[in-house]
């Protein structure tokens, strides 16, 4: 499976936030759409990730509060990305090496999506539930006597 089967899936829904921008802004979008991650842009190309762990780093930082900090001095400068070709199994082990949970999806310097942890798990469960399905599937087909010959009577 390829990170674009998990998009197709997920759909294509994208927030963003600029360099520039104020970490209680950033903060409050997040809140309000439940994500957990803005990919940072700045003349149309990725330069970081603001997940919450950031926004909660530098809250603390600044003795609980945002002040005036902004998304720049808050976000991860070179997170870890992937291309819509990128196998499952590759990105599962990049995000468990790094403790990262969100990964944005690059092709050709665009943008595509922005892969999670939960995105991925969801994945890997429903392959799981498929191929038990299909083996249950092939169990049940399953001849009463596994030595007997096809049609033999």
Same mark, same amino acid.
């Given at each position: 499976?390829?990170?674009?089967?998990?998009?197709?899936?997920?759909?294509?829904?994208?927030?963003?936030?600029?360099?520039?921008?104020?970490?209680?802004?950033?903060?409050?979008? @997040? &809140?309000?759409?439940?994500?957990?991650?803005?990919?940072? *842009?700045?003349?149309?190309?990725?330069?970081?990730?603001?997940?919450?762990?950031?926004?909660?780093?530098?809250?603390?930082?600044?003795?609980?509060?945002?002040?005036?900090?902004?998304?720049? =001095?808050?976000?991860?400068?070179? %997170?870890?990305?992937?291309?819509?070709?990128?196998?499952?199994?590759?990105? =599962?082990?990049? *995000?468990?090496?790094?403790?990262?949970?969100?990964?944005?999806?690059?092709?050709? =310097?665009?943008? @595509?999506?922005?892969? &999670?942890?939960?995105?991925?798990? =969801?994945?890997?469960?429903? &392959?799981?539930?498929?191929?038990?399905?299909?083996?249950?599937?092939?169990?049940?087909?399953? %001849?009463?006597?596994?030595?007997?010959?096809?049609?033999?009577?």
């Amino acid at each position: 499976m390829k990170v674009s089967d998990i998009l197709r899936v997920k759909g294509g829904t994208l927030y963003t936030a600029k360099p520039e921008d104020s970490l209680a802004e950033a903060a409050q979008l @997040m &809140s309000e759409k439940d994500i957990g991650s803005l990919v940072v *842009m700045a003349h149309g190309l990725v330069v970081g990730m603001l997940t919450f762990r950031e926004v909660i780093q530098a809250a603390v930082k600044n003795g609980g509060s945002f002040g005036t900090t902004s998304v720049y =001095r808050a976000m991860d400068p070179g %997170p870890l990305t992937c291309t819509m070709e990128t196998e499952m199994d590759e990105v =599962r082990r990049m *995000m468990l090496d790094r403790h990262a949970r969100y990964m944005p999806v690059i092709e050709n =310097r665009m943008l @595509m999506g922005v892969i &999670s942890f939960y995105d991925v798990a =969801r994945a890997v469960v429903d &392959s799981q539930n498929f191929e038990n399905k299909m083996l249950k599937a092939y169990i049940r087909d399953w %001849p009463q006597d596994a030595n007997a010959e096809p049609n033999s009577p």
